[in-house]
């Protein structure tokens, strides 16, 4: 292609893929490609650290088929890896829904299996009423380092990402045990001050939840875990690109104060994810409706009621640049390098590089996909 993304930049190249690596990167026309895609943006594959389902399916039915149907369908808007999302339930609910993402992602290869599932992002139970946006308020209880490693013994250690209150966990109980043990750490769905976050962080939190929503607000007398996620710019900090969760003015604030480095896009989508507007799904024992914003709202109390959306990675790309006026550079890592960097996965995914997974998406300009390379598999044109 005439335009590679690398290193921030776009140049004339090719590249060579072997056994699902990238090999090599070449010079423009000094080798007879396989595959020419002219002057298509050539961009590493999207990551998304949050998402609960897709198609009527959600991490927490814990069906097998459901999660490999997921990994085969989000290849269609450039997602090349992803983390299977939780939401808040009785115990033996999420058991169930960790384990079946255990024993789905033991047997799944991706590329041939489409999306490679990275782990679990665990989010709840362990969040404030307060602040629970559409987590069942029945089932969120306080952190408890004991019961967490009941999970994380159901999920074969698969759980990467936890969000959690941080208010809540005293002592800092779990975070530490997280951060000790290689569980990354998230503040959300948090009533915490400004300084709990800091203190949050202090202890080895290293991200915020989609920033703006189910969090303490930023005041300029009291700043709150917004002004956090604003002011602590080595904190990573996930965001929604929708346009709805948060305009395209607050967007462009965010990414504004992260720069190009810890700005996380996510989709945070719901089963409902693929379906139209005034369908109705159960999510979280709750019933959701689909509104013409695109997002999915609680029927039950319509006032501050989203519980998620329905965003499609590549329309997020395209709202932070046309819509929020972002940097292409900053709204192109926020879906790549920097989830992966969260991860501590970017010494493979996130970027085109050689030694680097072959997880590549062709990027048409309208930011629909052209096609998505699952470790150098094409996805669309098979």
């Not at 999302?85 to 590329?111: C, F, I, R």
């Not at 599932?117 to 209880?141: C, R, S």
């Not at 104060?257 to 005034?278: E, T, Y």
Request: hydrophobic letters at 40%; aromatic letters at 8%; one cysteine or more.
């Amino acid at each position: 292609s005439t335009r590679v993304y690398i290193a921030g930049s776009f140049m004339k190249a090719a590249i060579e893929v072997e056994d699902g690596v990238i090999r090599r990167i070449l010079p423009y026309g000094t080798v007879q490609p396989d595959i020419d895609c002219g002057d298509r943006r050539i961009v590493p594959g999207f990551i998304d650290v949050h998402c609960h389902g897709v198609l009527g399916w959600d991490t927490n039915d814990a069906t097998p088929d459901g999660l490999k149907t997921w990994a085969k369908e989000i290849v269609k808007e450039g997602v090349t890896s992803f983390l299977a999302t939780t939401v808040t339930q009785m115990k033996p609910v999420l058991l169930k829904a960790v384990a079946n993402v255990a024993d789905v992602k033991e047997h799944h290869t991706p590329g041939p299996d489409g999306a490679d599932i990275l782990g679990i992002h665990f989010e709840g139970p362990y969040l404030n009423l307060k602040h629970k946006g559409a987590q069942p308020p029945e089932a969120i209880v306080p952190p408890s380092v004991e019961e967490f490693k009941e999970y994380q013994t159901a999920a074969k250690g698969t759980i990467r990402l936890i969000t959690l209150a941080p208010e809540m966990d005293e002592g800092f109980a779990l975070t530490h045990y997280c951060h000790k043990n290689g569980v990354r750490v998230s503040i959300g769905h948090t009533d915490a001050t400004y300084e709990q976050a800091m203190l949050a962080a202090a202890n080895g939190a290293v991200s915020i939840t989609h920033t703006y929503n189910a969090q303490t607000p930023f005041k300029h007398r009291d700043n709150g875990v917004v002004g956090a996620a604003l002011r602590l710019r080595n904190l990573y900090s996930e965001i929604i690109c929708d346009c709805a969760h948060s305009t395209p003015e607050a967007l462009n604030i965010f990414f504004a104060s992260k720069g190009r480095d810890k700005a996380i896009m996510i989709s945070d989508a719901l089963m409902c994810k693929g379906f139209k507007v005034g369908d109705k799904f159960i999510f979280g024992g709750h019933e959701v409706e689909i509104w013409p914003d695109g997002c999915a709202h609680l029927t039950d109390i319509p006032e501050h009621s989203i519980a998620g959306s329905t965003m499609h990675t590549n329309d997020g790309l395209r709202n932070l640049v046309e819509k929020a006026l972002v940097p292409f550079d900053a709204a192109i890592n926020s879906c790549t390098i920097n989830p992966a960097a969260m991860l501590g996965l970017d010494d493979h995914l996130g970027k085109l590089c050689s030694g680097y997974d072959a997880d590549i998406v062709v990027l048409n300009d309208d930011y629909t996909i052209n096609e998505t390379f699952c470790k150098g598999i094409p996805q669309l044109h098979r």
